[in-house]
């Protein structure tokens, strides 16, 4: 789910993603995460509880400790922000690409 704002040229993006890995965010899925993050120039957050993280932080969204079932809030703000949180999106729907 995306929403949009914008604000004197600056985008802000928010979305939110089910966590639907068996093992929930782990290394792996996380790694795939910041990969992701890193290509946008955004700044984008995840919040999972009342705790809010750097996407493009490994050790941060490993804090997370977001199980399977898990509701993660992604919110980003930059020119590409709305790509960003829709790739974020998919990503997630795609299982982080871990398949087993």
């Not at 795939?32 to 009342?50: G, N, P, W």
């Not at 050790?59 to 930059?78: D, K």
């Amino acid at each position: 789910m995306l929403s949009k704002e914008r604000h004197k040229k600056t985008t802000i993006a928010k979305g939110f993603f089910i966590v639907i890995n068996d093992k929930g965010l782990h290394t792996r899925p996380s790694t795939e995460l910041v990969k992701c993050a890193t290509h946008f120039r955004a700044q984008i957050s995840l919040t999972y509880q009342d705790l809010v993280v750097n996407a493009k932080s490994l050790l941060g969204i490993l804090t997370l400790a977001a199980a399977r079932g898990s509701r993660i809030q992604v919110e980003a703000e930059g020119e590409d922000a709305s790509e960003a949180v829709e790739e974020i999106i998919q990503l997630a729907q795609n299982k982080f690409y871990i398949h087993f």
